[in-house]
C-alpha cells in the first residue's frame, strides 16, 4: 500500500488514502508488475492475469457495492481490513486510514532489513544486494 515507503523507525508516509485513488494505484501496480515480468506464470504472480479480470469489472461514479463492480470488489476487501482492524474504511469520506495495527505489522514483519528485499523478491522487484 502506498501507506508505506521507506525502511526507518517507521515506514509510516502518509495517513490515508482515498478509495479512488487506491483504485487507480492498484491498476498501476498490475501494469508495473507486467512489465517487470518476462514470463509472470513462472515468477508465481500472473500480474497479467489479475489485471484482465481487474479491469474486466465494470467501474461506477456511485458508490456501488456490487461485487461485480470495482468499487464494489474493492468494498469487500475493505470491509475484510476493517474487521480485521488493519484499517479504518470510513466510508462517509470515502477513505482509507491504516491502524497502529497495520504499522507494527509493516515495520516488523515486512518492511525490516531482515525480510524486505525477499518481500521485493516475491513481489519481482529487482533487488540491490
Given at each position: 500500500?502506498?501507506?508505506?515507503?521507506?525502511?526507518?523507525?517507521?515506514?509510516?508516509?502518509r495517513?490515508?488514502?482515498?478509495?479512488?485513488e487506491?483504485?487507480?494505484?492498484?491498476?498501476?501496480?498490475?501494469?508495473?508488475?507486467?512489465?517487470?515480468?518476462?514470463?509472470?506464470?513462472?515468477?508465481?504472480?500472473?500480474?497479467?492475469?489479475?489485471?484482465?479480470?481487474?479491469?474486466?469489472?465494470?467501474?461506477?461514479?456511485?458508490?456501488?457495492?456490487s461485487?461485480?463492480?470495482?468499487?464494489?470488489?474493492?468494498?469487500?476487501?475493505?470491509?475484510?481490513?476493517?474487521?480485521?482492524?488493519?484499517?479504518?474504511?470510513?466510508?462517509?469520506?470515502d477513505?482509507?486510514?491504516?491502524?497502529?495495527?497495520?504499522?507494527?505489522?509493516?515495520?516488523?514483519?515486512?518492511?525490516?532489513?531482515?525480510?524486505?528485499?525477499?518481500?521485493?523478491?516475491?513481489?519481482g522487484?529487482?533487488?540491490?544486494?
Open positions: 500500500m502506498e501507506f508505506y515507503n521507506s525502511q526507518s523507525v517507521s515506514s509510516k508516509s495517513d490515508y488514502i482515498k478509495v479512488g487506491f483504485l487507480n494505484i492498484i491498476s498501476d501496480r498490475l501494469r508495473d508488475g507486467i512489465a517487470r515480468a518476462d514470463d509472470n506464470a513462472e515468477k508465481g504472480i500472473a500480474f497479467e492475469n489479475i489485471l484482465e479480470r481487474f479491469e474486466a469489472l465494470k467501474s461506477t461514479d456511485n458508490k456501488s457495492t461485487k461485480t463492480t470495482k468499487e464494489g470488489f474493492i468494498n469487500t476487501i475493505l470491509d475484510f481490513l476493517d474487521k480485521q482492524g488493519l484499517i479504518y474504511y470510513i466510508k462517509g469520506d477513505m482509507i486510514k491504516s491502524t497502529k495495527k497495520l504499522d507494527s505489522f509493516m515495520d516488523w514483519n515486512l518492511l525490516n532489513k531482515n525480510n524486505y528485499n525477499r518481500v521485493l523478491k516475491a513481489l522487484e529487482d533487488i540491490d544486494e
